[in-house]
């Protein structure tokens, strides 16, 4: 029943920017931490950012801070990424994630996939000329 769909990706110019948004619904209380986490054929999920519904608190990789930003909706059921200033290293399928109490997006481990209990399909974002 939970079910986490992202959408916005598409082909943008380098130096473009683009906002993903992640729809939730399904939970009986509000997850821990939503994330949003980007893959590259050969690879698995890199932690891009994420979001504490527990406490008020954001956290960035440090290749995306001061070009990404994360935020929600009032309602806590629409987690959006906004990204600028691409590059052709952010090419990838980008994913949402929930976890459900291992991470609270305090830290670096936070941003962990492993820490990460339900995933949408993902969405491409491919940056290119």
């Known amino acids: 029943q939970v079910q986490l769909v992202e959408s916005g990706g598409t082909l943008v110019q380098p130096g473009g920017s683009l906002t993903l948004s992640c729809s939730t619904s399904g939970f009986s209380v509000p997850s821990s931490a939503i994330g949003w986490f980007r893959k590259v054929p050969g690879k698995g999920r890199e932690g891009v950012s994420c979001?504490?519904?527990?406490?008020?608190?954001?956290f960035y990789a440090d290749f995306v801070k001061g070009r990404f930003t994360i935020s929600r909706d009032n309602a806590r059921k629409v987690v959006t990424l906004q990204m600028s200033r691409l590059t052709t290293d952010d090419t990838a399928t980008y994913y949402c994630?929930?976890?459900?109490?291992?991470?609270?997006?305090?830290?670096?481990?936070?941003?962990?996939?492993?820490?990460?209990?339900?995933w949408g399909q993902g969405t491409q974002v491919t940056v290119s000329s």
């Open positions: 979001l504490s519904n527990s406490f008020e608190r954001t």
């Open positions: 994630g929930a976890s459900t109490g291992r991470a609270f997006c305090m830290t670096g481990p936070d941003l962990d996939e492993e820490q990460y209990d339900y």
